[in-house]
């Protein structure tokens, strides 16, 4: 089991930047391709990045490509989204989680696939 801790969230500008912070607890954090979604209010929870884990493979929704990147510190037992060029439509309380199976070959991206879901943090973008 991997317990999930985000941090980094705040208030930017558009067109700003943010870095948020996921920390895990328990032994087996690099069994485990590791996620962020985000979720706006009145809408369903989203997919944004998701990892590998040894870091080597990266996938990102549409939208955010070439806006987020998305890091992993195994030693440190952390994961990382660097958000830039930021839009009023990237507000929402970003999650991370991890893959529900361990040693999944595939990079998988879609919600139900994720659990240890973190208590989110909140990104608000201003116009």
């Known amino acids: 089991q991997v317990q999930l801790v985000e941090s980094g969230g705040g208030l930017v500008q558009a067109g700003g930047s943010l870095r948020l912070s996921c920390a895990a607890s328990?032994?087996?954090?690099?069994?485990?391709?590791m996620g962020w979604f985000r979720q706006a209010p009145g809408k369903e929870r989203e997919f944004v990045a998701a990892?590998?884990?040894?870091?080597?493979?990266?996938s990102y929704r549409d939208s955010v490509n070439g806006r987020f990147t998305i890091s992993r510190d195994n030693a440190k037992k952390t994961v990382s989204l660097q958000m830039s060029s930021l839009k009023p439509e990237d507000t929402a309380v970003y999650y991370c989680?991890?893959?529900?199976?361990?040693?999944?070959?595939?990079?998988?991206?879609?919600?139900?696939?994720?659990?240890?879901w973190g208590q989110g943090t909140q990104v608000t973008v201003s116009s």
């Open positions: 989680a991890s893959d529900t199976e361990p040693f999944n070959i595939r990079l998988v991206t879609t919600v139900s696939q994720y659990g240890n």
């Open positions: 990892i590998s884990r040894s870091g080597g493979r990266t």
């Open positions: 328990g032994r087996t954090f690099t069994n485990y391709a």
